[in-house]
T-cell receptor, first 115, second 114 residues
């Protein structure tokens, strides 16, 4: 158990809908990262937050947004869902978000299925 | 072309075999190299990380980085059925970039049979 929690575990929804994925980082970690894992693309970095502020953006679609709250939990919002958004979404956390390497601890993931 | 290339496998070996897993990359700015293990329906967990070139050993696992060839390897000695998982390589640019973006390979599925 990494100490990172994600809810829900599974989510099944329809095209065009909007969903919210939630992540609670390890105690003491200030940075949260979101990743998308699909069969053909592998694990893709979406976005990083550090202590409530956006720190880095990856290949995140405009239909997706995220935020980190004062208690450091984070939410990833996915809207106007398409079939291709079906994937595993992972949250990871690390102590800091600075330049030097910090181990990222991954949560168990949320499996999103868009029908 | 992807920044990080990794053979998806599956790689099937008998118990006790030495396993070699590899990744190639194109971005010469990568300085940190990691190997993650992911069991089915679980999140990735860090196995080893290496800074710049060289070897690093941890128990049955050895990580090698050859920056001149842009090639990294993970060796598993005396492989066990419990090693059956997907192995992901990941890389990060140097400290100058100021953030923690990791670039992952697609993962190699390893199956160790008893």
């Amino acid at each position: 158990d990494s100490g990172v929690t994600q809810t829900p575990k599974h989510l099944i929804t329809a095209t065009g809908q909007r969903v919210t994925l939630r992540c609670s980082p390890r105690s003491g970690d200030l940075s949260v990262y979101w990743y998308q894992q699909s069969l053909d693309q592998g694990l893709q970095f979406l976005i990083q937050y550090y202590n409530g502020e956006e720190r880095a953006k990856g290949n995140i679609l405009e239909r997706f947004s995220a935020q980190q709250f004062p208690d450091l939990h984070s939410e990833l919002n996915l809207s106007s869902l398409e079939l291709g958004d079906s994937a595993l979404y992972f949250c990871a956390s690390s102590i800091s978000g600075g330049a030097s390497y910090n181990e990222q601890f991954f949560g168990p993931g949320t499996r999103l299925t868009v029908l | 072309q992807k920044e990080v290339e990794q053979d998806p496998g599956p790689l099937s070996v008998p118990e006790g075999a030495i396993v070699s897993l590899n990744c190639t990359y194109s971005n010469s700015a990568f300085q940190y190299f990691m190997w993650y293990r992911q069991y089915s329906r679980k999140g990735p967990e860090l196995l080893m990380y290496t800074y710049s070139s060289g070897n690093k050993e941890d128990g049955r696992f050895t990580a090698q980085v050859d920056k001149s060839s842009k090639y990294i390897s993970l060796f598993i000695r005396d492989s066990q059925p419990s090693d059956s998982a997907t192995y992901l390589c990941a890389m990060k640019e140097s400290e100058n970039t100021g953030f923690q973006k990791l670039v992952f390979g697609t993962g190699t599925r390893l199956l160790v049979s008893p």
